[in-house]
């Protein structure tokens, strides 16, 4: 881990990765098609608007207060990618909340060794937040690629056939609607079981 926790970036560096990218018409990773780099411009614009309006709950805030444990979340995530989008910037206001909480990024595509190491029901989904001890870098715990509710949309439509353009489509209306409310939610329970410094980690 440490190697990754060394090239990773911070969310200032990742914004600016991002931003610089999107100057020159490209987006991160390896598809540099048209449509990807649509998809970073718009997912750029979705964080920038959701990093102004996301509220967290008095009882998130808590929780995130109360972490003992000196942490580091390497979030694995692309530029392009609409769940890391939607989901990013909470986690970046939920960190913030705690003196004991670092947060690093690494890109997806160029780490496939790591990102295989935490797939989602056997795909590569992001974006992957792995939880690390600060001291040890043993792993705590993963969350990603969506909340649950989420999560499970995306695979009863998967299941179903459903085309990928109209899952992500109905997957931004459920962001919408949620307010970030799920991943508030999953958070609190995890800063609960990752922050206490009695918790076993593991290789």
């Not at 990765?17 to 997912?43: F, H, P, R």
């Not at 056997?122 to 705590?140: M, N, Y």
Request: glycine share 6%; net charge neutral.
């Amino acid at each position: 881990m440490k190697k990754y926790v060394e090239k990773a970036m911070t969310f200032a560096e990742y914004e600016k990765l991002i931003d610089d990218l999107l100057k020159e018409g490209k987006t991160t990773g390896l598809n540099q098609s048209v449509a990807m780099v649509g998809y970073g411009k718009l997912n750029r614009q979705r964080m920038n608007r959701l990093a102004k309006t996301v509220e967290i709950s008095d009882r998130t805030k808590a929780a995130a207060k109360q972490v003992m444990r000196p942490m580091i979340w390497l979030i694995l995530t692309e530029g392009w990618c609409g769940d890391a989008a939607q989901n990013v910037p909470v986690i970046e206001i939920i960190a913030a909340e705690s003196d004991k909480i670092e947060t690093r990024y690494i890109l997806r595509d160029e780490n496939p060794d790591l990102m295989d190491r935490f797939l989602t029901n056997g795909a590569r989904s992001i974006p992957k937040l792995i939880a690390l001890d600060t001291e040890t870098l043993k792993v705590l715990g993963s969350w990603g690629a969506r909340p649950a509710p989420a999560q499970k949309m995306f695979a009863d439509m998967r299941a179903k056939g459903v085309c990928n353009d109209a899952i992500h489509e109905e997957i931004q209306r459920w962001y919408n609607s949620d307010k970030s409310e799920s991943i508030q939610r999953e958070f609190e329970a995890l800063l609960d079981v990752w922050g206490e410094e009695s918790v076993a980690v593991k290789e």
